[in-house]
């Protein structure tokens, strides 16, 4: 499962805590549901299938080990879908507490082109998964934490952690869609962050650098497109998916009351260097 050693040292930061998180059967998603259950939560686990390629689906694993899950397929796309997995969600454990706006797609990781040759249907479906399911996500999450009891030994009322990306603050070639719709992610977190702060509702974002996921398995495939990227990278190496998952956990738990409207980089320094 990845457990990692600091995990089992800080003890259960989101226990009793009800989590929704998209696209939690693969990549950063299934690091975040495995590492939210070792820290107390309840998991659902959202996607259009409840498993990729051979794994044991995300939410089965979680029930193996002891935690609370369920499996909603969802397209974040649809509005009507994205209602369905809230009240999918509030059926089965009653409330939201934290909802991960992770599910995403990037057609240029494994055919990356410059903006002359990107197709609008490219442009408009990485759009449809990266922008407008990160909006009715915050929108429809948001409505039911609004609406819902507080739990009055809480500091919030909820916690939205939406996905983006370094590549949302850095340029780089080949990637207009997926940069331009995680920089978009970037500006809506701040936005909804400041509609929120008044409900006690905390919005944050993380922005992973080259972690190794499915996503970027087409370059990882390739021995020297990895060598370069670790040896171009400050430390040497890439994210690892535990490390945003472990960043995800921060944010969720009351370690970070005092934190709303952060894009967070979780990307071993790379945007803090002169290109790559």
């Known amino acids: 499962m990845g457990t990692k050693s600091t995990a089992a040292a800080v003890g259960h930061l989101l226990a009793g805590q009800i989590s929704i998180i998209t696209g939690a059967s693969s990549g950063l998603g299934r690091a975040t549901a495995l590492a939210f259950m070792r820290h107390g939560a309840a998991v659902v686990c959202a996607d259009r299938t409840p498993a990729s390629s051979k794994m044991q ?3 089965e694993l979680i029930r193996e080990h002891g935690g609370r899950s369920i499996f909603a397929q969802t397209d974040v796309s649809d509005e009507q879908s994205i209602q369905r997995l809230v009240r999918a969600a509030v059926a089965e454990f009653g409330r939201i507490d934290i909802m991960v706006n992770n599910a ?9 082109r410059p903006v002359w040759e990107t197709t609008e249907e490219i442009f408009d ?8 399911g990160v909006f009715l996500g915050c929108k429809y999450a948001g409505i039911q934490m609004l609406g819902q009891t507080r739990i009055p030994e809480r500091q919030r009322a909820g916690t939205i952690i939406n996905t983006a990306s370094v590549l949302g603050l850095l340029g780089k070639s080949g990637t ?3 940069a331009a719709s995680k920089g978009a992610v970037i500006a809506m977190t701040r936005a909804m962050a400041m509609d929120y702060a008044p409900h006690l509702i905390h919005c944050n974002s993380i922005l992973p650098g080259f972690t190794r996921t499915p996503m970027i ?5 390739d021995s020297e497109v990895e060598k370069y990227m670790s040896e171009h990278h400050p430390l040497k ?5 535990d490390e945003i998952a472990e ?9 970070s009351n005092g934190i709303t409207g952060l894009n967070m980089s979780v990307d071993g320094g790379l945007h803090s260097q002169l290109g790559l």
Do not use: Q
Not at 104 to 112: L, M, R, T, W
Not at 125 to 132: A, F, H, I, L
Not at 217 to 221: E, H, I, K
Not at 237 to 241: I, K, P, Y
């Open 247 to 255: 960043a995800a956990v921060f944010l969720a738990s009351d370690m």
């Open 57 to 59: 689906p995300t939410h």
């Open 237 to 241: 190496r890439l994210g690892e998916a």
């Open 125 to 132: 479906s990485t759009w449809r998964v990266n922008v407008r």
């Open 104 to 112: 995403g797609i990037a057609h240029e990781a494994s055919n990356p």
């Open 176 to 178: 207009p869609a997926y």
């Open 217 to 221: 398995s087409t370059l990882t495939a």
